[in-house]
T-cell receptor, first 112, second 113 residues
Framework: DTAVSQTPKYLVTQMGNDKSIKCEQNLGHDTMYWYKQDSKKFLKIMFSYNNKELIINETVPNRFSPKSPDKAHLNLHINSLELGDSAVYFC???????????FGPGTRLTVT | GNSVTQMEGPVTLSEEAFLTINCTYTATGYPSLFWYVQYPGEGLQLLLKATKADDKGSNKGFEATYRKETTSFHLEKGSVQVSDSAVYFCALSVNGNTGKLIFGQGTTLQVKP
């Protein structure tokens, strides 16, 4: 059973398009996150949701909009894609009272 | 602010060699510390963790000790294998279960037969 899953695994699209990445966790966790990994493999938090409520928003452009329909899902919608959005996006989740986070397999976004 | 610094890579070792990857941190409060591993083309896997000073995290032959006096959390393994080749990330969290992870820049380990 996959604990944290993401779809799609690869996403190739053109500048200006709008795309979404989906994340689901079956661990029963109530906090979920999005991280961005750049071409140098540096990882940085983008958003965090706890019980469907946004709790972290790290100076991410307004073109990025997370949505959490329930505490098992956290989707990322990106409007007007730019070349600089090319990266690997990781979803993660954590359990109440525990600091460690569990990551999905990543979505490699390539904007051409 | 909070930050993590790892030794520069890549690190290249022969099989069965001893591994050390240095990690130091700066944090307000009392962080939890982690090592994550990323195998080629895969996501991040939690390798080990320590949540308070002097704790030792261990898993799969890897160890790291939370040293508050030196603000360090160095990763060690006594005998590496080719299958250990990956990128290793040191990370900290200062706000409990809803806190973001702050990562170091990653260290690439290549183990040759």
């Amino acid at each position: 059973d996959t604990a944290v899953s993401q779809t799609p695994k690869y996403l190739v699209t053109q500048m200006g398009n709008d795309k979404s990445i989906k994340c689901e966790q079956n661990l029963g966790h109530d906090t979920m996150y999005w991280y961005k990994q750049d071409s140098k493999k540096f990882l940085k938090i983008m958003f965090s949701y706890n019980n469907k409520e946004l709790i972290i928003n790290e100076t991410v452009p307004n073109r990025f909009s997370p949505k959490s329909p329930d505490k098992a899902h956290l989707n990322l919608h990106i409007n007007s894609l730019e070349l600089g959005d090319s990266a690997v996006y990781f979803c993660a989740s954590s359990q109440a009272g525990r600091p460690e986070q569990y990551f999905g397999p990543g979505t490699r976004l390539t904007v051409t | 602010g909070n930050s993590v610094t790892q030794m520069e890579g890549p690190v290249t070792l022969s099989e069965e060699a001893f591994l050390t990857i240095n990690c130091t941190y700066t944090a307000t409060g009392y962080p939890s510390l982690f090592w994550y591993v990323q195998y080629p083309g895969e996501g991040l896997q939690l390798l080990l963790k320590a949540t308070k000073a002097d704790d030792k995290g261990s898993n799969k032959g890897f160890e790291a000790t939370y040293r508050k006096e030196t603000t360090s959390f160095h990763l060690e393994k006594g005998s590496v294998q080719v299958s250990d080749s990956a990128v290793y990330f040191c990370a900290l969290s200062v706000n409990g279960n809803t806190g973001k992870l702050i990562f170091g820049q990653g260290t690439t380990l290549q183990v040759k037969p």
